[in-house]
């Protein structure tokens, strides 16, 4: 499978404590996205890497999130002291430099409790 | 403030008719507009992209329609088919961010 992979797909956690989760993009493409998608709403953009560069982090929703990069090909993205707001899914998506259709993985369930 | 609207939260319509979702959206800036369709549990796929220079594109079943005096762009399915059953988005950008709206329901109906 060459899609964008996304893991863990499920993640239930205690309030307060902290989670990361992992996207691989397509290979060949250098752009990364990370949304976020709570019920009933879009996806909503929250960053942007293009290689390792991290281009727009100014609508990660607070400074409990972060992202990174490091090699220009996996993504991690941290949620530090979960709230309950948190819960949502999380998509990353990758596309090629040049192109504006992003292709999304399968996205990451986090409930916080 | 939602930049891209989608009005109509659900949409049912008959296999083998047409299937036309709406969009329509504020920022004149955007430049490239997309569709995507999900399933339940599952990242958004791609469907059909067109750009500001063009008002129409066509793939198979599905055309998108770009009217930029209205701000307002059409997804139709033709002739739908009870597998296009999933919620819609449609989705604007202007570089790299995409935009969304909160999308369409279609149910496909035997």
């Known amino acids: 499978d060459t899609g964008v992979s996304q893991d863990p797909r499920h993640k239930i956690t205690k309030r307060g404590q902290n989670v990361t989760f992992r996207c691989d993009p397509i290979?060949?493409?250098?752009?990364l996205y990370w949304y976020r998608q709570t019920l009933g709403q879009g996806p909503e953009f929250l960053t942007y890497?293009?290689?390792?560069?991290?281009?727009?982090k100014s609508r990660l929703l607070s400074d409990r999130f972060s992202a990174e990069r490091p090699k220009g090909s996996f993504s991690t993205l941290e949620i530090q002291r979960t709230e309950q707001g948190d819960s949502a899914m999380y998509l990353c998506?990758?596309?090629?430099?040049?192109?504006?259709?992003?292709?999304f993985g399968q996205g990451t369930r986090l409930t916080v409790v | 403030d939602q930049q891209v609207k989608q009005n109509s939260p659900s949409l049912s319509v008959q296999e083998g008719r047409i299937s036309i979702l709406n969009c329509d959206y504020t920022?004149?800036?955007?430049?490239?507009f997309l569709w995507y369709k999900k399933y339940p549990a599952e990242g958004p796929t791609f469907l059909i992209s067109?750009?500001?220079?063009?008002d129409k594109n066509e793939d198979g079943r599905f055309t998108v329609f770009l009217n930029k005096s209205a701000k307002h762009l059409s997804l139709h399915i033709v002739p739908s088919q009870p597998g296009d059953s999933a919620v819609y988005f449609c989705?604007?950008?202007?570089?790299?961010?995409?935009?969304f709206g909160k999308g369409t329901s279609l149910l496909v109906t035997p």
């Open positions: 998506a990758s596309s090629p430099q040049g192109g504006s259709e992003a292709f």
């Open positions: 290979s060949e493409h250098n752009r």
């Open positions: 890497f293009q290689n390792e560069a991290q281009l727009e």
């Open positions: 920022n004149s800036m955007f430049d490239y």
């Open positions: 067109i750009s500001s220079i063009k």
């Open positions: 989705a604007a950008s202007s570089g790299y961010a995409l935009n």
